[in-house]
């Protein structure tokens, strides 16, 4: 969908998110924000068809939302709500501002809709809503159809949440991982200077030839705990994978960094 691919958009991204770097000329600050922006602004071209000024007061009030749930949805009361929805849903608690902030996001997702319909050209999709549109339209007289306005605005919401907390925080922890292992941080800098150089933005053309860069990213991925309450990130006995073994109790230092990798 679109006119230019979502690697091109992911690369403008992040030359404007290095902008924002230099701005603090070097002084400690805290990059969440920083990267939650960044990251929700691609996916507001790939749900949306374009991207956000930072500055823009509803942007900005789409993410407060997305950060105040992304909060409380590991909070004791919603982990309640999930055992005992039936009965968590008459009681009064705060799992309730939950619900009421997703309200408030899918009136803002309606809004963008509205905007898309007026617009819509069904042989020109720019982005998910119109498609998602023009299939609403192709199924219109299916009663059974799951391509319905509820479920566009749910979706749309989904792929915000989702990928915007995940790789935000993936990048978060990554960059103190780094802090903490700077030789691993230099070996990484070393190959991308080498196969990339300081002149251009790396593309996914460069993936094959980074094989450090890439095992470190996906190392990155498996050892840090985006969601505390989702699924195990040790293994439960020995295993040995293509001549590396995962030992049962993981050691202080993720094991696949502690080491070069030949690939």
């Not at 991204?13 to 924002?20: M, N, P, T, V």
């Not at 997702?109 to 007026?118: G, P």
Request: hydrophobic share 40%.
């Amino acid at each position: 969908m679109g006119k230019r691919s979502i690697e091109e958009r992911i690369q403008e991204e992040a030359q404007c998110l290095l902008e924002e770097f230099r701005k603090t000329k070097g002084s400690p600050f805290d990059p969440t924000f920083f990267l939650r922006r960044s990251v929700s602004n691609i996916v507001c071209f790939v749900v949306f068809g374009e991207r956000f000024d930072y500055d823009d007061a509803e942007f900005q009030t789409l993410l407060r939302l997305l950060n105040e749930n992304a909060r409380r949805v590991d909070t004791f009361w919603v982990q309640l709500y999930g055992l005992f929805p039936h009965l968590m849903k008459h009681l009064p608690g705060p799992h309730n501002k939950l619900f009421e902030n997703f309200e408030e996001q899918k009136r803002y997702v309606a809004e963008m809709v509205q905007k898309h319909e007026a617009t819509l050209e069904p042989a020109s999709p720019k982005d998910y809503i119109d498609a998602f549109l023009i299939r609403m339209q192709q199924e219109k007289g299916n009663p059974r159809t799951i391509f319905h306005q509820e479920n566009l605005l749910v979706s749309a919401l989904d792929l915000f949440f989702a990928g915007t907390e995940t790789i935000s925080n993936s990048l978060k922890y990554g960059l103190l991982i780094f802090l903490k292992y700077p030789c691993v941080t230099r070996t990484m800098q070393e190959e991308l200077d080498r196969v990339v150089g300081r002149d251009r933005v790396p593309s996914m053309e460069d993936r094959m030839r980074m094989p450090y860069t890439d095992a470190v990213i996906q190392e990155i991925q498996r050892f840090i705990d985006i969601t505390p309450v989702g699924v195990p990130h040790s293994v439960t006995q020995d295993t040995h994978f293509r001549g590396f073994t995962i030992p049962k109790l993981v050691p202080d230092i993720p094991w696949a960094l502690s080491r070069p990798r030949s690939l």
